[in-house]
């Protein structure tokens, strides 16, 4: 089944249909607009945040078809057809990702703002299997930037995360 997030259709509007968070959405928007305005304003999922809104923070980072990418540099017209993962669909059922328990378990927010995107970054890091040590982490965490400097807590977070992996 899907729904249709629509509105007044105009000569550039095109349709979309995407799988977001397992659930199929027929979209009517402007072929110009963005994966992350499709997602924030025609889907109100607004756990995926505007940033510099031009590849530059990662704030806006989400999984499409698995692999991480900026929504912000994605037309949503691209993505037709595809698999999109945002922050809300970690926990769908309301128990969080044990990437969410660890950023929680290592203090890593500050005021927040990057935290969906570092989180969404760090899931499929640790898929990517990037996270053998540190400097690793450090460097394919590396376009997720945080004004607050949480970039420690985030390390030993996701660090937490991959000992685990290791140990099962
Ligand atoms: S908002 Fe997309 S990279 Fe900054
Ligand atoms: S926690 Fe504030 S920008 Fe990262």
């Known amino acids: 089944m899907t729904d249709t997030a629509a509105s007044t259709v105009r000569s550039t509007d095109v349709t979309v249909m995407l799988?977001?968070?397992?659930?199929?959405?027929?979209?009517?928007?402007?072929?110009?607009?963005?994966?992350?305005?499709a997602l924030r304003d025609h889907l109100d999922l607004t756990g995926t945040k505007k940033g510099c809104d031009q590849g530059a923070c990662g704030a806006c980072t989400v999984l499409l078809d698995g692999k991480r990418v900026l929504s912000c540099l994605a037309l949503a017209a691209q993505c037709d057809?595809?698999?999109?993962?945002?922050?809300?669909g970690l926990a769908p059922d309301g128990?969080?990702?044990p990437v969410q328990q660890a950023f929680i378990r290592h203090d890593v927010f500050q005021c927040g703002y990057c935290?969906?995107?570092?989180?969404?970054?760090?899931?499929?890091?640790?898929?990517?299997?990037?996270?053998?040590s540190d400097e690793e982490i450090r460097e394919f965490m590396s376009g997720n930037l945080c004004r607050c400097g949480a970039?420690?807590?985030?390390?030993?977070?996701?660090?937490d995360i991959a000992a685990l992996g290791s140990e099962s």
């Open 95 to 97: 128990r969080l990702h």
């Open 81 to 88: 057809g595809r698999a999109v993962t945002t922050i809300e």
């Open 19 to 37: 799988r977001v968070n397992g659930r199929a959405r027929r979209l009517q928007l402007d072929s110009r607009v963005t994966l992350l305005d």
């Open 115 to 132: 935290t969906p995107g570092q989180i969404m970054s760090a899931v499929a890091l640790l898929e990517e299997g990037r996270a053998g």
């Open 151 to 159: 970039y420690p807590n985030i390390v030993a977070a996701i660090r």
